[in-house]
């Protein structure tokens, strides 16, 4: 064992989880035209619906649905077009399965009306930096994932100067800790995300995935989102739709890491590769 996997609890309103001996797999519902990977496979609500349920076979513990992509250069769309788009698949994945569902977004309003639709925790990019954001979360009791990023989808890429970028990350979601508790957000409803290829270049990004372990220092669940990302493309000189292979390594380096949730595509993949690192860990110990 690489790291000491204390159990963490993870709750919000009336739901609790505890986390650590095992990852929990987060599967990506993609509800857009233009994302980086998927863009456009799963824009129909009921083709959106059919995944989701066939992630939640494959194994995954919870799913993330998005109506807006925040890839680097992404153009932004008005709230109006992503609820468009998200409550409909909100709904249907509520109306027939209990997982957990995330909304990925950095609204306020498209948070608040996804929770209504059957939403329970908040997936913000932009790590709860609208006040707004923050009163939604407080209000509704919601679990909150709270990613570092610097800028927007836009410019981000402009804004990967750190002067060390783990230490830089874990002061970074100190404050946020502080500002979410200051406001009502309780601890146990926090998870953190130091946001993979967001303002960050490739050493950063490859710093990062090593010294995943450090930010156990914060006492919250980690979540790596790294999955078919453009670090994996770079090193593996693979395609979106290649790099299933390199998200299965850095899945498995993250769990010997003690990252508590992998937020990925491709479920029954990753949920076999972790079965098999388990297995070597636990019971080739004995």
């Known amino acids: 064992m690489l790291v000491d996997r204390s159990l963490t609890r ?13 990852p929990l797999l987060m599967g990506i ?13 799963f824009f129909d609500p009921n083709r959106a619906v059919d995944h989701a349920l066939k992630l939640v076979d494959e194994g995954a513990n919870w799913l993330d649905v998005g109506g807006e992509s925040t890839r680097p250069g992404a153009t932004p769309v008005g709230d109006a077009e992503e609820l468009r788009r998200v ?14 569902i995330s909304i990925d977004t950095y609204k306020a309003s ?16 932009t790590g709860f930096r609208d006040p707004a954001m923050v009163e939604v979360a407080a209000a509704t009791k919601t679990a909150c994932i709270v990613m570092h990023m610097r800028g927007t989808p836009a410019d981000m890429m ?31 409803r926090t998870i953190l995300d130091p946001g993979i290829g967001f303002a960050k270049r490739r050493l950063d990004n490859l710093r990062l995935l090593n010294r995943l372990h450090e930010f156990a220092s914060l006492g919250r669940p980690v979540l790596l989102g790294a999955s078919r990302k453009r670090i994996i493309g770079e ?3 693979r395609g979106e739709a290649g790099r299933i292979h390199g998200t299965i390594a850095s899945s498995v380096l993250a769990y010997l890491k003690g990252v508590h949730i992998l937020r990925v595509h491709d479920v029954g993949a990753v949920a076999d590769a972790l079965k ?5 860990e636990v019971e080739g110990a004995t």
Not at 10 to 22: D, K
Not at 29 to 41: A, E, I, K, L, R
Not at 111 to 121: C, L, P, V
Request: cysteine-free; overall charge negative; glycine content about 8%.
């Open 10 to 22: 993870l709750a919000w309103g009336q739901r609790s989880l505890s986390l650590g001996e095992y």
């Open 29 to 41: 519902v993609n509800v857009t035209p233009d994302s980086f990977s998927d863009g456009g496979q």
């Open 87 to 100: 409550l409909p698949v909100i709904e249907g994945i509520s109306a027939q399965t209990d997982t957990p």
């Open 110 to 125: 498209v948070a608040r009306e996804a929770i209504e639709a059957g939403a329970s925790i908040i997936n913000d990019v």
């Open 158 to 188: 402009e804004q990967t100067e750190y002067t060390e970028v783990v230490a830089d990350l874990i002061e970074y979601f100190r404050e946020r800790l502080a500002r979410l508790s200051a406001a009502g957000v309780e601890l146990e």
């Open 235 to 237: 090193i593996t000189g």
């Open 276 to 280: 098999i690192a388990r297995a070597i």
